[in-house]
């Protein structure tokens, strides 16, 4: 049976549509190199440039064209947007082949996901759309009340931006939309980096999470301005956090810290180098009438002052930027995590706590608690894991792309 999102074919002749009979329109083909796919045939929603056959016709095609993706045995694997230029060349959309990708597509894996937030949260403050977890390949939509911000990472999802524009008014009608496409990943797609907002006013914008008011500049901070990814991990912290003394190290914009002060700590200090981070957690320490202290600093420095101060903490958290950017910097990012476990190891007092994260994709879960171990050993100190965990549950990762789940938070109980 014809899929039921498939296009009429262009190519017919007015009589021939006006007959109502079912032209569609035929994807371009690309095929799989024999025994090559076996993550595709599995069930994964990728194909690698190195599994294809990269024939002149595959060349040719415009970057983020709509294809069809087929076995050297002439298998189906549906519908996926393409760039040959790409190490990731192909993203699946819908398992369909010739699958009409438009506003209703969008409708409809915006309504799903939605319906998943809407069970888990009370409040309209969430990841809404988190690419290949949600079908949505590419693209990342986080709520802030009626404001959205979406981020494009891939050709193939910048060339629907218009039909995806339409579908998230359908389902949302947002007060303010703004696109946040300035991720350096786009220059791996051949794409151009902007801000633009698409509805609304660009302005300051508050986040309620944990009880806690945070604020974001949602054009010019990091990724969309804010880390949902983190909130179930902040109430955590939090939660240790009553009548103890807590330092944040890269706080941003204030998160572990103001939670950590919200729930009742006696001392709070938050490190980080960004000004403009530092104020708008200044800001939210004001609307949430806390006194926490921040200090705007090199943080590895600061840290290595701290402890030769022998200044102590009884919970430490170190939440850094991506010390593993690709794959080349696996090595260099690996010493750099333990050397930051080690330094901020020193800092806890014993009974205390420390809280060590990565955001980096590049470098897996057994390595990054290998690295922190090995840090937390060369501190002298004896250490208990008693937390291993990634981003919340508005974060859904594919079951066929455990890689994707980037977030590792180790939270230790230190001797």
């Given at each position: 049976m014809a899929s039921p999102y498939a296009a009429p074919n262009r190519h017919a002749t007015r009589g021939q549509r006006a007959k109502g009979k079912n032209f569609m329109t035929g994807h371009p083909v690309i095929r799989l190199k024999a025994r090559e796919g076996r993550r595709v045939r599995a069930g994964a929603p990728w194909v690698f440039s190195n599994e294809i056959v990269m024939d002149g016709p595959a060349k040719s095609l415009p970057s983020g064209s709509l294809v069809n993706v087929k076995g050297d045995d002439g298998r189906d694997f549906g519908t996926f947007y393409f760039n040959p230029k790409s190490l990731i060349a192909a993203r699946q959309l819908d398992h369909r082949s010739d699958a009409r990708i438009d506003a209703q597509f969008f409708v409809s894996r915006l309504s799903r996901a939605f319906a998943l937030r809407d069970a888990l949260y009370s409040k309209p403050f969430y990841r809404l759309a988190n690419a290949e977890g949600d079908g949505l390949p590419g693209l990342v939509i986080d709520r802030f009340g009626e404001g959205l911000v979406i981020q494009i990472t891939t050709a193939g999802m910048e060339l629907l931006l218009e039909s995806l524009v339409e579908a998230v008014e359908a389902v949302l009608k947002p007060a303010t939309m703004i696109l946040r496409n300035d991720a350096p990943t786009r220059a791996l797609e051949g794409l151009p980096s902007y801000v633009r907002t698409v509805k609304g006013a660009a302005a300051r914008i508050g986040v309620e999470e944990n009880g806690v008011m945070y604020f974001v500049n949602a054009e010019v901070g990091q990724k969309t301005g804010w880390y949902y990814d983190q909130r179930e991990n902040r109430a955590f912290a939090a939660s240790l956090a009553n009548g103890r003394s807590v330092l944040d190290a890269y706080c941003y914009t204030g998160?572990?810290?103001?939670?950590?002060?919200?729930?009742?700590?006696?001392?709070?200090?938050?490190?980080?180098?960004?000004?403009?981070?530092?104020?708008?957690?200044?800001?939210?320490?004001?609307?949430?009438?806390?006194?926490?202290?921040?200090?705007?600093?090199?943080?590895?420095?600061?840290?290595?002052?701290?402890?030769?101060?022998?200044?102590?903490?009884?919970?430490?958290?170190?939440?850094?930027?991506?010390?593993?950017?690709?794959?080349?910097?696996?090595?260099?990012?690996?010493?750099?995590?333990?050397?930051?476990?080690?330094?901020?190891?020193?800092?806890?007092?014993?009974?205390?706590?420390?809280?060590?994260?990565?955001?980096?994709?590049?470098?897996?879960?057994?390595?990054?608690?290998?690295?922190?171990?090995?840090?937390?050993?060369?501190?002298?100190?004896?250490?208990?894991?008693?937390?291993?965990?990634?981003?919340?549950?508005?974060?859904?990762?594919?079951?066929?792309?455990?890689?994707?789940a980037y977030l590792k938070t180790l939270v230790f109980g230190l001797d």
């Open positions: 998160g572990f810290a103001l939670a950590a002060a919200k729930s009742g700590a006696r001392e709070v200090i938050g490190l980080d180098s960004s000004a403009p981070a530092l104020a708008l957690a200044e800001e939210g320490a004001a609307a949430n009438r806390l006194s926490p202290k921040f200090v705007r600093c090199d943080v590895f420095e600061e840290l290595e002052r701290l402890g030769t101060a022998a200044e102590s903490f009884d919970i430490v958290i170190a939440d850094p930027p991506p010390f593993v950017r690709a794959r080349k910097d696996l090595e260099p990012g690996a010493r750099a995590y333990r050397k930051l476990a080690r330094a901020a190891a020193r800092l806890v007092t014993p009974g205390g706590f420390l809280v060590l994260a990565s955001c980096s994709h590049n470098i897996s879960v057994e390595r990054f608690s290998l690295e922190c171990a090995i840090g937390l050993a060369r501190d002298g100190r004896m250490a208990r894991l008693i937390r291993q965990a990634g981003a919340g549950p508005d974060h859904p990762i594919h079951p066929m792309l455990p890689e994707s």
